[in-house]
């Protein structure tokens, strides 16, 4: 290449001019790649792709990659009101300012790249049809699953078939809890400090540790697969902090082991939509995930079973999916196209609702744990409320025994209603022998 | 959709024709999908998928799908001079005539798609050459991993990465018979017979238990991955039909499975490629997939670890993967374009060629069984043999004793050069202390 080319300011013509708005970790890692790789990216595209502008509130703290001190800038909106800039990557994260900044560009004719999943999960719908009225591309490869490409996959790969189910491993904080606790017999509070002393956690863990960051995903995914305007809070969520490594040593026992799942399946007439810890068959694909990896397990009708695993996260494993989506762009730019490929692979007006069943309706199969006074007559009891809701049991494990007098009953079942399961347990702890709240893990056997 | 369309015999403008060379299993499994998901693949491109001719040499046996009488035909050529078919999909295996009538019809400006491996591995070069002439696109997802999107994945997704490494299980029938062989305890004769009465081995399994089939799907990868002129005979071949059971067990015993595997790995100077029986350690992913599925474990320089997974043959699952070919295809027609993505990702003028390194350089650790007199002073012939190649052993197993009066002897070893190993067993075999052929098995620990 002619060196020459590079100190020019003004961009060759041929040039694909990209803005990034937001400078923290992942964008360096798209600056880095973009430096690096510029000619193998070059030679993909046809054309070079230059950065042009990086807008950052701190533009004055040293990163690892350091672009052109003429492309910095504080003010996004300078990104986006550049008329040289061909795709603007939004990776500041958050609700706002992203999404007006976002919807500001496409209404200025750029494509977009985002990461940012709790937009697309929440804003999905009017991005989607904003980038479609305004014929440019939306990407966001990199919003699930981080470098797995799990997005393209459902688009373009699985194409001709319907979905008949995703389980999905779709935070990497989660299962590094989760696997250190297993790995390792400690409790939560322990591994959540370790987690975070090595930054897998945050300071304040809620989104990761509570679900909320899975369900974004499994939002996201479910309308790829199934339709749009996904309500957030019509799928239900439930984080890791109940898991104690006493349930943890008992799913070992039943040949199991504890993930955090999101989890969709499509049952004909409507659609499951649920993120929970799940006990999974430890010989399953998916219990072999360990650390802080993310895998999906999806069943297309004519695919059978498909399983995608990688880095969930980090700054190279998300920047490689950010810029997937930037050369996919830029190859439609080369050809001077858009919207090759809907940002839901259905054009918006094709996309149909989604109707997803309420969770009290959802069969499972249940992990219970019990703490019972260590008397005759106990399982007795709980095994008749049980019955009464037709709940039928599949394997009783009774061992140890505290100094307090109460000890673990431990109780699987065969497939059972949510609601049932949850009034029977409202009941059962109501029981005077049985001391403290009954511990509910649901199980997945017969689908994975 | 309005009914009236499908009785005209003429396209309708905006249809995109699709005509078949061969009609066998995975034929019907297009034909299929093109007939059941017939709106889902309109919503996709935005126009109908029309079937316009079929050609096979038996037209007359029944079928599990039915075309319309009218689109049968006895004639190749008949599908490729037909000026109203925009996509050509050759589904007859074999070098010729394939070879020529993929040639054929692009040379008539057809776009193409084919999951022929053989082809694709010995012929990619003139294919892809006369695509990128003709301005046609050529697609090949099936033919590597079935459906699993190992191509879309290389080509697309890890654009902006060095490939550092790819290990995988890329011959289903070889996986069925090791996993069989693992679960059951049986030789590999018995599980073959098993295996050719369920319709998992051909009646001559040469191709598939030999790793040839393996190695072309290897040589797809590494061209796409590393270079072009990818020579077969400079890949290193070993099929399975050497594993016995007691070898399997001895694995058990060091923690590892064995799976035939497909390897390449930039040593940066130049590029390992190779097929043969690999022990791994039993907790890695590609160590848990069992039956006949498929799958390839990734190592990018951005995106670190992928792993992907699923069936890598059979009729819907590779008719899915050639759907997404023609889907991809069809997306560019409805656009007008073609070449958006290389059929190597990168325009032929810029692939360089390969240097693969000579097997005899290769670098690996390694199993050996060595059966020996049980007397004492073996093992330390045996080792001092070793050590005069700078061969360090690992671990050392011996046990049991046969009436023959000779003992297994079990080695692993350190990194050791393949040329020094072989002269090493070779001047081991001919001791006197060693009656029959050391088994040499080789082991990947560190790089997976």
Do not use: W
């Amino acid at each position: 290449m002619d060196s020459k080319r590079e100190d020019k300011s003004e961009p060759m013509k041929d040039d694909i001019s990209i803005g990034l708005i937001g400078f923290g970790t992942v964008g360096c890692g798209v600056l880095k790649l973009l430096q690096e790789k510029k000619d193998l990216l070059e030679k993909r595209v046809g054309s070079r792709l230059v950065l042009r502008k990086v807008a950052d509130l701190n533009i004055t703290t040293p990163r690892i990659v350091t672009p052109d001190p003429q492309c910095l800038t504080t003010d996004a909106l300078a990104v986006i009101a550049d008329p040289n800039i061909d795709i603007v990557v939004e990776l500041m994260g958050g609700y706002e300012p992203a999404h007006s900044f976002l919807l500001k560009a496409i209404a200025a004719k750029k494509h977009v790249v985002t990461a940012n999943k709790a937009l697309i999960a929440t804003h999905g719908n009017d991005l989607f049809r904003a980038a479609e009225e305004n014929g440019v591309d939306i990407g966001f490869e990199a919003s699930v699953g981080g470098t797995i490409p799990i997005i393209k996959t459902l688009k373009e790969s699985l194409v001709a078939n319907h979905i008949e189910s995703i389980f999905g491993i779709m935070n990497g904080t989660s299962n590094f809890i989760l696997t250190k606790m297993t790995d390792d017999g400690e409790s939560f509070d322990v591994v959540l400090k370790e987690a975070q002393r090595l930054g897998f956690a945050e300071a304040d863990p809620t989104f990761d540790v509570e679900g909320i960051d899975a369900s974004h995903k499994l939002a996201i995914l479910v309308s790829l697969a199934y339709g749009k305007n996904v309500k957030l809070e019509d799928i239900y969520v439930e984080g890791i902090t109940g898991i104690t490594e006493q349930d943890i040593a008992f799913a070992k026992d039943l040949g199991y082991r504890i993930k955090l799942l999101g989890i969709a399946v499509d049952r004909g007439d409507a659609v499951e939509a649920r993120v929970h810890p799940t006990m999974i068959p430890f010989r399953h694909l998916l219990a072999n995930v360990n650390a802080n990896f993310n895998a999906f397990h999806v069943v297309g009708s004519a695919s059978g079973s498909i399983f995608l695993y990688g880095q969930g996260a980090g700054m190279m494993p998300t920047a490689s999916a950010v810029m997937s989506d930037i050369v996919d762009i830029a190859r439609n730019i080369r050809k001077g196209i858009s919207s090759r490929v809907p940002a839901r692979s259905i054009h918006e007006a094709d996309m149909t609702d989604i109707k997803l069943r309420p969770f009290d309706e959802v069969r499972s199969n249940y992990y219970f744990r019990f703490s019972a006074v260590d008397r005759p007559g106990v399982l007795s009891k709980i095994s008749g409320i049980l019955g009464e809701r037709n709940i039928s049991i599949s394997t009783v494990i009774q061992k140890g025994r505290t100094k307090e007098g109460a000890v673990p009953v431990v109780m699987t079942t065969y497939k059972a209603r949510e609601r049932d399961v949850r009034e029977a347990l409202q009941a059962i702890d109501q029981l005077d022998v049985v001391l403290g709240k009954t511990v509910l893990i649901r199980v997945e056997d017969d689908q994975l």
